[in-house]
């Protein structure tokens, strides 16, 4: 059990007006039951859906009569791409696009014959996939339905494991497949990404946001707030993720304790307690 300190002229206690703290972002939470979630890190990339990218060709041959798009054009499912004129029929037909997406390439010019050639290559970016890389070692705690937070380019996206490929170059890991959301266009293909995978959870009857937690002497501590007053409580600490801690001893369920900016009370705590001792 941590014993708690008795402050002598209110040492380890600060007030400040609520007007003071919240100009600062001084921000409190309630302490309350909560979850511990243990992670397992992966690593690996994003790369196209192969269900979204579409390579067009000529359905008949014939000389191209007319090209309406071009490469970098944003098109909808059914655009008229392109007209053909067939040489079995004479007749023009129409080149349509089967998906919404972007047209990336482009190999067609009015003139030209269109046999077996590509085309035009459509992408469609509104979701992708993120694969990563689970080496043996790790795969006894990998499994489908795992929720993963993928990180990249400072930006981060919640999903799941919907399943697992094997290494196409032999390599000894297995790939598992994360999709992502990506209507925004937040993200591209070829990028390298981190994941957290959530491998178990378990309850605690109290956590604390680890914002929260601040050295100061001999012990980890948060700042309870009561009105305009701000006051250390050491604390006995349990299981942490990289959100949470739960805490053992030092602090009750229903107490508001200091998340954001937590430091501006300890630096004030410190200047108070040197003050005292001159």
Do not use: C
Request: a negative charge; hydrophobic letters at 40%.
């Amino acid at each position: 059990m941590v014993t708690l300190p008795s402050y002598e002229s209110h040492e380890g206690r600060v007030t400040i007006r609520s007007d003071i703290a919240a100009a600062a972002g001084i921000r409190a939470a309630i302490a309350d039951a909560g979850i511990i979630r243990q992670t397992q890190r992966l690593y690996g990339n994003t790369v196209m859906d192969p269900n979204r990218i579409s390579h067009i060709r000529a359905r008949f041959p014939g000389t191209i009569a007319q090209v309406k798009t071009n490469i970098g054009d944003n098109v909808k499912a059914g655009q008229v791409l392109a007209v053909i004129e067939s040489n079995e029929s004479l007749r023009p037909y129409k080149i349509r696009s089967p998906l919404s997406g972007i047209i990336t390439a482009r190999h067609a010019n009015p003139g030209e014959f269109a046999h077996e050639q590509e085309l035009f290559v459509i992408a469609n970016y509104d979701h992708l996939w993120a694969e990563l890389r689970a080496f043996p070692n790790q795969m006894n705690q990998i499994a489908v339905g795992q929720l993963v937070t993928l990180s990249a380019m400072d930006r981060t996206i919640a999903s799941e494991i919907k399943h697992f490929l094997p290494n196409e170059s032999n390599l000894p890991f297995m790939r598992a497949r994360v999709p992502i959301n990506n209507v925004e266009a937040a993200w591209t293909p070829g990028v390298w990404v981190e994941a957290e995978v959530v491998v178990s959870e378990q309850e605690a009857p109290l956590v604390v946001d680890n914002r929260a937690l601040q050295s100061f002497r001999d012990w980890t501590v948060v700042f309870i707030k009561v009105g305009d007053q701000y006051e250390i409580r050491p604390l006995t600490l349990g299981r942490q993720d990289s959100q949470f801690t739960e805490v053992l001893a030092g602090l009750n369920r229903g107490d508001q304790y200091v998340v954001e900016n937590s430091y501006l009370i300890k630096a004030d705590v410190e200047k108070s307690g040197a003050s005292h001792d001159h």
